[in-house]
């Protein structure tokens, strides 16, 4: 691959996390329950989903122990805050801590005992690259966008399939009018407890799905100071702003993100191999790299507060506990 096609193949490789992060907490959202517990609801999914995959030298095992362990994390939010009615901004970060701490705590148990994924030979051949023929072979882009493993194509299959969801089914449908108006919802007789559990649980599986899809990607090398996730669960929640509650929005939002995300590790190969075009690059510090998908994400939370004042496109009901006493 040139500079250029590895570039744009490595913003899909290392982001594509996002991409389910910000499905999970957009499914999430649209109940009206605002989730601040991705980051850590990803880790648990991650190193969980992990563990089971290789232990079983099964990715699909590994996909739906990930799944599931995520989706336990989501039912304790739920629990917490549809059933007990405890604020949800709270309950998220006490998820976050929780799951940053289980997952340290079973990673560092492990010690020289943990598991590498070499022992697993089916989950790295189940993990390898899939070309899709002809788009595949289109010169400098189809390397970058159509030769991935599984688990890209399946986030990008989860966001489009999510989009048809909450669009064009009856189902949908009432999810949105329960994130909008709960009491209004309710008052044609709709479940407001089950669709927000149903969803609450289902949005965090398939952030685990991306906790477990980042652990491959880091080559299942656990690091003790730094967690697998490291802020991609927090810079997740940003982009379902960004992406205005847009499943296929999400998509170009991870790739922008991805875009600034990646930069710090190509900026001198940019700079190398095009002078003329990206000299520049190469005179900006490290630090302000590493620093660019936070500053971003500070903006857009920003802006988005200040668009929000003035009517933005995320649920009414969004954050709001539901108190049926008060319809």
């Not at 630090?287 to 929000?308: C, G, K």
């Amino acid at each position: 691959m040139n500079v250029i096609t590895l570039f744009l193949f490595s913003i899909v490789v290392y982001n594509t996390v996002l991409l389910y992060g910000t499905l999970g907490e957009i499914l999430t959202e649209k109940s009206g329950s605002l989730n601040l517990g991705v980051e850590g609801t990803m880790a648990i999914g991650a190193i969980i989903g992990y563990l089971a995959a290789v232990s079983t030298n099964s990715l699909w095992i590994g996909l739906i122990v990930a799944f599931i362990a995520a989706g336990l994390c989501g039912l304790l939010f739920a629990f917490l805050t549809v059933s007990l009615q405890a604020n949800q901004n709270v309950t998220g970060l006490t998820i976050t801590t929780f799951g940053l701490g289980l997952y340290f705590f079973i990673g560092k148990g492990f010690g020289s005992a943990w598991p590498a994924l070499q022992s697993a030979p089916s989950v790295s051949a189940a993990y390898a690259a899939i070309e899709i023929p002809l788009l595949s072979e289109i010169p400098v882009l189809g390397k970058a966008f159509f030769s991935h493993s599984i688990l890209v194509y399946l986030a990008v299959a989860i966001a489009v399939g999510l989009w048809l969801y909450l669009n064009y089914t009856k189902t949908g449908l009432r999810l949105r009018a329960v994130g909008e108006n709960p009491s209004a919802a309710d008052s044609v007789g709709i479940n407001i407890i089950l669709y927000k559990y149903i969803h609450i649980i289902v949005g965090s599986g398939i952030m685990g799905l991306g906790g477990l899809y980042m652990a491959l990607v880091m080559g299942g090398s656990f690091e003790g100071s730094t967690c697998w996730i490291n802020g991609y669960g927090w810079i997740s929640i940003a982009l379902v702003i960004f992406s205005n509650w847009n499943p296929l929005m999400a998509i170009l939002g991870s790739l922008l993100f991805g875009f600034f995300n990646t930069l710090q590790v190509y900026s001198g190969s940019l700079a190398n191999s095009f002078p003329e075009m990206f000299g520049w690059l190469s005179s900006i510090p490290a630090q302000l790299y590493q620093a660019l998908p936070f500053i971003i994400t500070a903006i857009v939370l920003i802006v988005t507060s200040i668009r929000q004042t003035q009517g933005g496109g995320g649920p009414e009901g969004l954050g709001a506990n539901y108190f049926r006493e008060d319809r």
